[in-house]
DNA sequence: TAGATTGTTAATCGATTAACAATC
DNA sequence: TAGATTGTTAATCGATTAACAATC
């Protein structure tokens, strides 16, 4: 369809992508955005990587990982490479998720504009609290996580996030694994175990909290030895 | 006090510790929390790595940028250990927070207990809506953007929380500058530009799902390149 | 003492950056 | 054509792992 899809568009299969670059495209794909609203046509190297503060050689190199999407002495062009992005990326598709946990977090997890917008919709909810099975949450009925693998496999669902206590979370992905699930995104503050083949990305407040904490305290080894000067 | 900390407690005032190692001491924090609630007195760098999936060198690697903490030929003690980390982390302090947006999510993450469990304490909340300005949520009253600075000062606030869309983000975070603030914890999917010496850590749920949705679309380039073969 | 385990230095691995021929 | 910019290889940087003397 666009041209630089049809030139060389896979490196090696087994080549290795890092995670980092993976999460650097869904950067590139947000200015990509911004710029389109803005009217650019197309984008250099070095201008999509000072948005982000990130030197043009990396965004290069991470678009290696994939094909060659530019056009020397131009640079690319601002809806092509999006596009090939949100390939890359699977948000060109509509991926259906299950949500377990409708507690605090989970409310507004499932109220969060943001997963609509990239291509995730919420289709099934779960949660082991009796008084809240059978209640409905944004038009969709909370099952109790006996039917979790007849559930996924009719709706089709091949992705959980997991928003129960921190005790909860290794039963409820064990019996997401039982189910067949593919990939997880685990809320709880937990670090969970999971056979190879299901993925896993974990947001996890505690780390990023504490890290805030470390940076603010002193976060150097000095300042920790130091203690509290003021 | 203990005897740990007498010994040489901190490494030369300019080593720079990475990210990735702080991180991994939260992990660290959360282990030796069950490790206690189990009734363990000690732990070896072996059994803490094994727990977490990394390796002893590198649990012994990461405690050695902040000092000594362990016995040859015993391991570490565990509430010893846990103590150190918490003040390295500076989670032995409570810091209180402001938390700016009370739309959805920031309303969940009001209501989310690992703030307080991890020494953080909202104490007080923004809103540009002035619907919501005036009303009282979880026992603090919203207040307008103009009063950021004076309120910050006023309650020592030194952290704060952004929880507003993705296009209000900048522009709260230059006023949060403005008013002082030292560290910022972004939710907001955008990215802010901050002066050196204000401290960012994003939580980008964007990001997070769009890195699921890679994996197990296909997770390698060749996979993104052949297509829906399913 | 013998066995276990630390703290730390050296070796390895992987990711980022620089450089530049090829291309528009 | 001259100027700009890509894709990619080589050089650099930083983080992880291995190894081992020192210690309990």
């Given at each position: ?20 670059t ?12 911004r ?48 596009e ?15 949500l ?7 409310r ?7 997963f ?14 009796p ?68 993925h ?9 909290l ?5 940076l ?15």
């Amino acid at each position: 369809m666009s041209r630089a899809r049809d030139r060389n568009t896979h490196a090696a299969a087994d080549t290795v992508v890092p995670r980092a670059t993976v999460a650097r495209l869904s950067l590139y794909l947000r200015q990509l955005a911004r710029l389109l609203r803005q009217g650019n046509q197309t984008v250099s190297s070095s201008q999509l990587g000072r948005a982000l503060g990130i030197t043009d050689a990396q965004v290069r190199k991470d678009l290696g990982y994939f094909g060659q999407f530019g056009y020397p002495g131009i640079g690319y062009r601002v809806p092509e490479l999006g596009e090939a992005i949100r390939h890359i990326l699977g948000t060109d598709r509509a991926w259906p998720v299950a949500l377990v946990g409708v507690g605090n977090l989970g409310r507004a997890l499932l109220g969060y504009r943001g997963f609509r917008e990239q291509g995730f919709q919420v289709a099934a909810l779960f949660d082991s609290d009796p008084a809240k099975v059978g209640t409905i949450c944004e038009g969709i009925r909370v099952e109790p996580l006996d039917v979790l693998a007849r559930v996924l496999a009719e709706r089709g669902i091949r992705l959980a996030i997991i928003a129960v206590p921190a005790d909860a979370a290794q039963g409820v992905a064990d019996r997401l694994v039982v189910a067949r699930i593919q990939g997880i995104l685990n809320f709880a503050p937990a670090t969970i175990s999971l056979p190879e083949h299901v993925h896993l990305v974990g947001v996890d407040l505690t780390v990023q909290l504490e890290q805030l904490s470390f940076l603010i305290a002193g976060g150097s080894p000095a300042a920790a030895a130091e203690d509290d000067g003021s």
